[in-house]
């Protein structure tokens, strides 16, 4: 049949789009007009970890992706299990060459209580490798990750000292 709508595009399909377009722009905060923009096309842009590991996007940064996929499998080894990253500061956008991503890690613990010893050992074990990593769990006081999640969306979308939005993030699904 002629004239017929092309079928609704599912929401990863729309988010992989979006974050195709915001990483040839370098991650700005938004890739439309701010009053034009939603959760769904403006940062944090969405991203799948396979996506990220095959190298499909962010492969300029694929050291630091390389070392976010090992802190993965130490947290899971440990008892935990990576549900998603934020990543920004310098290694998202232009930078030619960053000394390290920032990343705030959010996980939950699926071996007993959360061995806070290997917690802080992973973290700086990821640290020493150029993954500047928080790691935050989100089965704990939603307020608290709420607020969690916004205070690291304005420290990673900017330089440090400064005030201003320059860039945008990547969330990425740590579990696709």
Same mark, same amino acid.
């Given at each position: 049949?002629?004239?017929?709508?092309?079928?609704?595009?599912?929401?990863?399909?729309?988010?992989?789009s979006?974050?195709?377009?915001?990483?040839?722009?370098?991650?700005?905060p938004?890739?439309?007009?701010?009053?034009?923009s939603?959760?769904v096309?403006?940062?944090?842009?969405?991203?799948?970890?396979?996506?990220?590991?095959?190298g499909?996007a962010?492969?300029?940064?694929?050291?630091?992706? &390389?070392?976010? #996929?090992v802190?993965?499998?130490?947290? /899971?080894d440990?008892?935990?299990?990576?549900?998603?990253? =934020? +990543?920004?500061?310098?290694?998202i956008?232009?930078?030619?060459?960053?000394?390290?991503?920032d990343?705030?890690l959010?996980?939950?613990w699926?071996a007993?209580?959360? &061995?806070?010893? #290997?917690?802080?050992?992973?973290q700086? /074990?990821a640290?020493?490798?150029?993954l500047?990593?928080? =790691? +935050?769990?989100?089965?704990g006081?939603p307020?608290?990750?709420?607020?969690?999640?916004?205070?690291?969306?304005?420290?990673y979308?900017?330089?440090?000292?400064?005030?201003?939005?320059?860039?945008?993030?990547?969330l990425?699904?740590?579990?696709s």
């Amino acid at each position: 049949m002629t004239g017929l709508a092309a079928a609704p595009q599912t929401f990863r399909e729309v988010t992989e789009s979006c974050f195709r377009q915001a990483e040839a722009l370098d991650f700005p905060p938004f890739v439309t007009a701010e009053r034009q923009s939603t959760p769904v096309n403006a940062t944090p842009y969405l991203v799948s970890l396979s996506a990220l590991v095959a190298g499909q996007a962010l492969a300029r940064r694929k050291r630091f992706i &390389d070392e976010l #996929a090992v802190t993965l499998g130490e947290l /899971s080894d440990a008892g935990g299990q990576g549900v998603a990253a =934020l +990543l920004g500061g310098s290694a998202i956008g232009p930078k030619p060459n960053p000394g390290d991503l920032d990343c705030a890690l959010f996980y939950r613990w699926t071996a007993g209580t959360a &061995d806070v010893t #290997a917690l802080a050992r992973l973290q700086r /074990s990821a640290k020493a490798r150029g993954l500047d990593l928080r =790691l +935050l769990p989100v089965d704990g006081d939603p307020l608290l990750l709420i607020k969690t999640v916004s205070f690291f969306s304005m420290l990673y979308s900017k330089n440090e000292g400064e005030r201003t939005i320059i860039r945008g993030l990547v969330l990425v699904d740590c579990l696709s």
